[in-house]
């Protein structure tokens, strides 16, 4: 093993077990008669911010446990008996850990035997380069401890021996860390194809750097086939393995992890993918870990490379439908992609929305894009799905669509009461085009009023004054919007009239007169109960819709992207639909 090595492992060795780890002797040794002399020995290390590096000898050989250890620290070496340098520099907090401080000694430890006792320091935090010295000297039982101080003390500077010894930990400040940097060559990663990636390490201090390759926040995700590190090839100086190959596994392990020298590193990897990827932006993780201290991972050199792209498809939103049965339970399904079968298996959201008579999203349901932390609802959630909810009082609320594992809603916002004059609520989508989503209110004469959203969400001021888009509109039982129908970019509406025939609105983009003049679908419509708009769940890029007939089945109608046929033939998704009194 050479001295590097032993002093990363004498490091990493705290406590009772590992020195008895290193001397070979088991907790069962007790006071057994020594086979051979004791030998100690210590070890230099490289402490970060924030570490507890110890002052305590390995025992090498020797299983003599009837005297005690003698450890004093200082911030100079160990040569003068008198004990110049002695104690820690203002900030650091010495713990004696089992040992006792010498009374009447300034940075003197005494341990009962060499098995018992772990004195360290506590760095802090915003510690500066400096060194720390120890010395350490056996005293036998029937010993005398100010001889033994001196000895320890003056260690440095007397011939070897195995009863005592010095040691050094040279404390590593942020900024010094900071001079171990890493450039990155990330070239893109072609669809079932291989790159070559390549890390310029500029190595100012001995120690690991470890490699982690993981999808860019802000994007919209895809499950994807495999991409493997492999190949890597370090040069003289470096020794590289590659715990993790994979990439996107969920682990937070390295893929690479490589331990250099000091000095200037070309590292090089292979990043291969195979057939059918989607576009995906990449980043490239590192930690340059340069002690030998047990130091808190915080304390690493961390830096990222820009994002790279691995080429493929591009990534479409996924949308959803929202679902709510007769006990007041909500449910969402997501789209799966896949036009014989859209939808997944449904996702319980909650109980308690029996409450309310009048809900919708005011876009459909989709897919945010992601991070690694959770996003409350801010400018990255809008968009995505918020609801609405009038409850019997007439009082509207506002539930915020956010990026939380396990909660999609934030919790409700009031808007106002007085909305029991409208009959209909319909989510409009973001019908001007100012980037915030809008409500559509139809009261009991028939006529439709469009509600702009205002985009705040701070309070209850989610709309503003009502703007009117006409009369007349009491002649439809069913209204269904919020996404672009005839592929122009606006969002459109659909309604049903009383003799089951559905119109299409065709959105303008104007916040005054928002829909064009009405396109005839087709008539044959009645027979459906409810009737959703729900964006693209079949990953065409096209809008599509769910009705549900009287009898309870499902009914995809696949978009086309056309202004005068909208929807393909309709296509059966699944009965069992009527246990929900709403679906939006």
């Given amino acids: 093993m050479s001295k590097r090595m032993r002093m990363r492992r004498a490091a990493a060795m705290t406590g009772v077990a590992g020195l008895l780890a290193a001397a070979g002797v088991t907790a069962g040794a007790g006071n057994a008669v020594a086979a051979d002399a004791l030998k100690l020995s210590g070890y230099d290390v490289v402490a970060g911010p924030g570490s507890m590096p110890r002052f305590f000898p390995i025992v090498e050989s020797g299983t003599t446990l009837w005297g005690k250890v003698v450890v004093t620290v200082g911030t100079k070496p160990m040569t003068d008996p008198a004990g110049a340098g002695a ?57 005398d401890l100010a001889t033994a101080v001196k000895e320890a003390r003056s260690a440095g500077s007397l011939p070897a021996a195995g009863s005592r010894g010095t040691a050094k930990v ?21 669809d079932d194809g291989t790159a070559r990636h ?14 982690r390759l993981a999808k860019a926040e802000g994007q919209l995700t895809r499950v994807t086939p495999k991409i493997r590190l492999g190949n890597p090839t370090p040069d003289a100086g470096a020794e590289c393995t590659v715990p993790e190959p994979e990439l996107n596994t969920g682990s937070p392990g390295a893929n690479l992890l490589c331990k250099l020298e000091p000095g200037d590193h070309v590292i090089g990897y292979e990043l291969t993918s195979e057939p059918g990827q989607y576009a995906q932006k990449y980043v490239a993780y590192t930690n340059y870990n340069l002690y030998t201290a047990v130091t808190p991972p ?64 005011l876009s459909p349901g ?16 809008r968009g995505l799905g918020d609801v609405i909810a009038r409850d019997a ?11 939380v ?112 003049t009405r396109t005839r679908v087709g008539a044959g419509w009645g027979g ?15 809008a599509d819709a769910v009705a549900r007939d009287r009898a309870g089945v499902l009914w995809l109608y696949k978009g086309t992207g056309g202004g005068t046929t909208p929807f393909a033939t309709r296509t059966r998704v699944g009965a069992g639909w009527g246990t929900y009194n709403r679906l939006f």
């Fill in 528 to 542: 459906y109960d409810q009737l959703v708009v729900t964006g693209d769940l079949t990953d065409d890029g096209r």
């Fill in 87 to 143: 104690g820690l520099p203002k900030g650091y907090v010495a713990r004696a850990n089992g040992c006792t401080q010498a009374v009447g000694y300034t940075g003197v430890f005494v341990c009962q035997t060499p098995m018992n006792g772990d004195p360290d320091a506590v760095v802090p935090v915003d510690a500066t380069d400096t060194t720390l010295y120890w010395g350490f000297a056996y005293m036998p039982a029937s010993g």
């Fill in 393 to 403: 009082s007439g009082t509207l609320w506002y539930y915020d669509r956010q990026l």
């Fill in 366 to 381: 989709k897919q945010g894009n992601y991070y690694w932390s959770e996003k409350k609802p801010s400018a990255v959630t």
């Fill in 198 to 211: 390549q890390l310029r390490v500029h190595a100012a201090d001995a120690g690991t750097l470890a490699l």
């Fill in 298 to 361: 915080e304390a690493f050199v961390r830096q990222t490379s820009a994002p790279f792209t691995v080429q493929g498809a591009p990534v479409l939103p996924s949308f959803g439908l929202h679902a709510r049965d007769t006990t007041g339970t909500l449910f969402r399904y997501w789209g799966t992609r896949v036009a014989t079968a859209p939808l997944s298996s449904p996702y319980r959201i909650g109980t308690g929305w029996q409450t309310y008579n009048a809900l919708t999203s």
């Fill in 405 to 516: 594992r396990g909660n999609p809603f934030a919790p409700r916002v009031r808007v106002g009461t007085g909305w029991n004059i409208y009959d209909r609520l319909d989510g409009a989508g973001d019908l001007d085009r100012d980037g915030y989503v809008d409500l559509l209110a139809r009261d009991k004469a028939g006529v439709l009023w469009l509600y702009k959203g205002t985009g705040r969400l701070v309070d209850g001021n989610r709309f503003k004054t009502r703007v009117k888009v006409g009369a007349g509109w009491g002649a439809y039982d069913r209204l269904a919007g919020g996404d672009d129908l005839n592929g122009d970019g606006r969002a459109d509406l659909l309604a049903r009239d009383k003799a089951g025939v559905l119109w299409l609105y065709k959105g303008t983009g104007s916040g005054t007169t928002p829909y064009a």
């Fill in 170 to 190: 040279t404390v590593k400040s942020a900024a010094s860390a900071a001079l171990n940097t890493v450039a990155f060559d990330t070239p893109p990663v072609p």
